[in-house]
């Protein structure tokens, strides 16, 4: 059925978050007005691919549009704390407020792994005169991912109390807010540990390298995302 494609499950539950201030009632029937749509757009197609779902939800054009269409059609419950949090944390500046921890959060992620990344290179002589080296690489995951977590947990909060009241955001969008900068401890801890094991010293340089290109090129994309959306979604409640 349409209504069990993973396509229709998250539209429905972004558009059930963005009408979090209607009554009750009134959000069940818009719900349900969309819902009737779907199944009457794709009435005489006994199994309705992934296309034929994204076509019709195109149709409907995004949650966004679709929660303003219905509050312009019903008034929000008024007084509400939720309503009255809403109102104030869907402002122009909340998108820009809520990248600052966050680029500090991933500065100090970084300054981390510059300065436990260090290692030393043991040589040794055996008794035919072969010197072998062995690389004694100073950190490894566990430690780097808890010092990590530990540094980035100031900046994190805010970032998740922002991101979960505010209703700038769906579902997704939400998820990428909280999971930023524990992604990036993630990958900046592990990566290089992986590359030791396989590559030895080439390895160690070439993955530090690349976890933290990973996560400046991954991370501002996200940001640029993120706020660009945010910004976006401000404008429309507030027309």
Known sequence: MATEHPLWISYEQDLR???GDLDPGER????????EHVHASLAGRAEPGTDDIQAVLDELGPPEAVAQEAYADHRPTSGSPRR???????RPWVPVVIILPQMLGLLALLLLSFAWGA????????P???????????SSALPLLMASMMSVLPMWIPVFVLAVISNLWGRRHTLMHILLLPAAAVLLAVTPDVAWVLGG????QAGAWISMALVLLGSTWVLWHLTA???KRSHELRT
């Open 28 to 35: 069940a029937e818009v719900l349900a007005g969309v819902r």
């Open 229 to 231: 959306r945010g910004l």
């Open 17 to 19: 978050n963005l009408l």
């Open 128 to 138: 035919s005169g072969v010197v072998s080296r062995t690389i004694n690489y100073a």
């Open 84 to 90: 009255r949090a809403s109102s104030s944390l869907a």
């Open 119 to 126: 290692y030393t290179v043991v040589e040794t002589s055996g």
């Open 201 to 204: 010293r080439a390895g160690l």
